[in-house]
């Protein structure tokens, strides 16, 4: 295999890991959900942009040439999408200069370490798409923060460390003097390591999320069913009410005419007893979250709880819904665990709003002893030790999700759970 076949081998292979990288930068800009054409279009784009650009430089071997192709290239890929004209340019623009920065910054400090080198060009060609990937990468970490994957960052070093490994290895490869075909086999494997390896954690993300909305859809349902019998029982005392509104007026009338204060307080009260609605422990105004809250703090007052409330949020909190049902779902569910225990239990709660931060603290009762390994609490309340409190996790998973603050700590019987998150 000659030195020119063998360079553009490891050219193709390269850009056909490029397309990888490219096709995860435009899902930062592009939702899946706005494609205005069929989906193989989203495919057909990417296939046509490899063909294209790849021939371009094969052929051309002429900068300005590959860069203008390029430039008109990341405009047709925008294509597939339903967005404005300017969220286009801004797209191409950004993924245009930063390939041309990571071509550059790999170039430049590959000539200083290893001096003008014929292994310069392959090295930039690897390298510049490991170095764009990783970028991605990071982008997608942190800039789209209302949609982004909120794992443990144990999972982000893994994710961010591989291309960096492969990197090293495929440098030790290019410069260690093997034959040829063994680099481009081992750079082939590695690239295919790398996309498999994403693929594979997009998916276990995809589902982990899917599991998080059916938790949320379940929690919000009990709530919605909470609510439909609040207001049922409602509107029954209201009929009712007004079945006996003018027999009520006459007896009112006939204890006003003749003094009797106290006859009159009694039948007020009677009066206001009937017409009681069932009760609401939360009545900010947003449904989902009164909903559980009011659902779950009923099965605590039903277990004769003694519940301590202080709910002072907006109806509109910068957070979904959803979010804040899985949060408080778990969180009130592990309360109600630990309270069916004991006779007398005790139950506290404050959530709170100001100024964009949300703080959420609960405390409750519990019987027997709760030990400690780690950061994780173990009961003793059963033979295999269980994390106490099914699903705490997924409340930590989704705190972080907010920049937030999630501390757990158990004293003089009482297990205590704050929350700070910043929306």
């Not at 360079?7 to 990288?21: D, G, H, K, P, V």
Request: with cysteine; charged share 20%.
């Amino acid at each position: 295999m000659g030195e020119l076949v063998y360079s553009e081998l490891i050219y193709l292979i390269s850009n056909t890991f490029r397309i990888f990288a490219i096709k995860l930068f435009l899902e930062l800009f592009f939702s899946k959900k706005n494609l205005r054409w069929p989906k193989w279009t989203e495919w057909g784009v990417l296939y046509l942009y490899f063909i294209i650009n790849s021939s371009v430089y094969l052929t051309a071997r002429n900068p300005i040439i590959t860069i203008i192709t390029n430039a008109i290239l990341f405009v047709i890929l925008t294509l597939p999408f339903k967005s404005s004209l300017w969220r286009r340019l801004f797209a191409t623009c950004s993924i245009f200069m930063i390939g041309v920065i990571c071509e550059g910054f790999v170039a430049r400090t590959a000539i200083l370490i290893l001096g003008p080198t014929p292994a310069i060009e392959i090295i930039t060609y690897v390298l510049s798409n490991f170095l764009l990937y990783f970028i991605v990468l990071i982008m997608r970490r942190f800039v789209r923060e209302q949609e982004r994957i909120f794992l443990p960052k144990i999972h982000w070093l893994c994710i961010t460390i591989i291309p960096g490994i492969s990197s090293i290895a495929d440098i030790a490869l290019i410069l260690g003097g093997y034959e040829q075909w063994v680099n481009v086999t081992v750079i082939s494997c590695l690239f295919i390591i790398n996309i498999a390896f994403f693929y594979l954690y997009a998916q276990v993300v995809e589902k982990y999320e899917i599991e998080m909305q059916n938790q949320s859809l379940a929690y919000q349902n009990k709530a919605y069913q909470q609510q439909v019998l609040v207001i049922r029982t409602a509107e029954d005392n209201i009929k009712r009410l007004q079945h006996d509104y003018k027999n009520h007026l006459i007896a009112l009338r006939e204890m006003t005419g003749d003094h009797k204060a106290s006859t009159l307080k009694e039948y007020v009260r009677n009066l206001e007893e009937k017409i009681e609605l069932s009760s609401q422990f939360s009545m900010t105004g947003n449904e989902s979250i009164d909903g559980l809250i009011n659902y779950k703090l009923q099965m605590m007052y039903d277990l004769g709880v003694k519940a301590d409330l202080n709910i002072h949020i907006p109806e509109d909190l910068n957070i979904p819904s959803s979010d804040m049902v899985v949060i408080l779902g778990n969180l009130l569910d592990n309360a109600i665990r630990a309270l069916q225990e004991e006779e007398h239990g005790v139950f506290q709660m404050d959530f709170l709003y100001n100024r964009g931060a949300i703080f959420l603290r609960i405390r409750n009762s519990y019987v027997g002893k709760i030990k400690q390994r780690g950061s994780t609490f173990l009961t003793t309340k059963t033979e295999t030790d269980e994390p106490h409190g099914i699903g705490l996790n997924n409340v930590k998973l989704m705190v972080e999700k907010y920049n937030g603050e999630f501390t757990i700590r158990a004293e003089e019987n009482y297990f205590n759970v704050e929350i700070s998150m910043y929306v």
